[in-house]
T-cell receptor, first 108, second 115 residues
Framework: LAKTTQPISMDSYEGQEVNITCSHNNIATNDYITWYQQFPSQGPRFIIQGYKTKVTNEVASLFIPADRKSSTLSLPRVSLSDTAVYYCLVGPTDKLIFGTGTRLQVFP | DTGVSQDPRHKITKRGQNVTFRCDPISEHNRLYWYRQTLGQGPEFLTYFQNEAQLEKSRLLSDRFSAERPKGSFSTLEIQRTEQGDSAMYLC?????????????FGQGTRLTVV
């Protein structure tokens, strides 16, 4: 499975756009990139998944360059409720292996 | 369907006792995953099932840990002879198969405290 590297933590203010980058240099051809969000004392929640280029849903956008060695989760106009840990998972869709994630703190 | 449910939500046990946790996945999901999560760490993959077949169990933490999914529906995770280091949140997730994209749904977890 591809090893992923994300920042340990990030800070932002309400209303700003937040971009969290994940590095995955040894991504394999059949690997997908998936992001999950986790609040304290809850299970992770799926945010978005992609294979290449750009994917957008009602919550976030996922940007994947052509070489797929990294990806960026973009959260538009964050609010206090976006304070959470964000995990980047890279692998086949049946392999859900989590790293340590990025702890995002949003300030008023 | 109300999603993935786990029971109990909390369990306090004495060291050396056996504990069993239950996970009921979303009804049409045929993949089921177990994780352990300790404070400040990401969920640690333990094992997963496709229907009743346990496809990956090498990451179970020791031979004290075992999981079953006998009829391909609910699953149980058992920890025998619990130790204080087993104190953690145990999470269950389920996904469907088919299609290129797979979204996993997690339960609220079972928090185990070994005293």
């Amino acid at each position: 499975l591809a090893k992923t590297t994300q920042p340990i933590s990030m800070d932002s203010y309400e209303g700003q756009e937040v971009n969290i980058t994940c590095s995955h240099n040894n991504i394999a051809t059949n690997d997908y990139i998936t992001w999950y969000q986790q609040f304290p004392s809850q299970g992770p929640r799926f945010i978005i998944q992609g294979y290449k280029t750009k994917v957008t849903n009602e919550v976030a956008s996922l940007f994947i360059p052509a070489d797929r060695k990294s990806s960026t989760l973009s959260l538009p106009r964050v609010s206090l409720s976006d304070t959470a840990v964000y995990y980047c998972l890279v692998g086949p869709t049946d392999k859900l292996i989590f790293g340590t994630g990025t702890r995002l703190q949003v300030f008023p | 369907d109300t999603g993935v449910s786990q029971d109990p939500r909390h369990k306090i046990t004495k060291r050396g006792q056996n504990v069993t946790f239950r996970c009921d996945p979303i009804s049409e999901h045929n993949r089921l995953y177990w994780y352990r999560q300790t404070l400040g760490q990401g969920p640690e993959f333990l094992t997963y099932f496709q229907n009743e077949a346990q496809l990956e169990k090498s990451r179970l933490l020791s031979d004290r840990f075992s999981a079953e999914r006998p009829k391909g529906s609910f699953s149980t995770l058992e920890i025998q002879r619990t130790e204080q280091g087993d104190s953690a949140m145990y999470l269950c997730a389920s996904t469907g198969t088919g299609g290129k994209f797979t979204e996993a749904f997690f339960g609220q977890g079972t928090r185990l405290t070994v005293v």
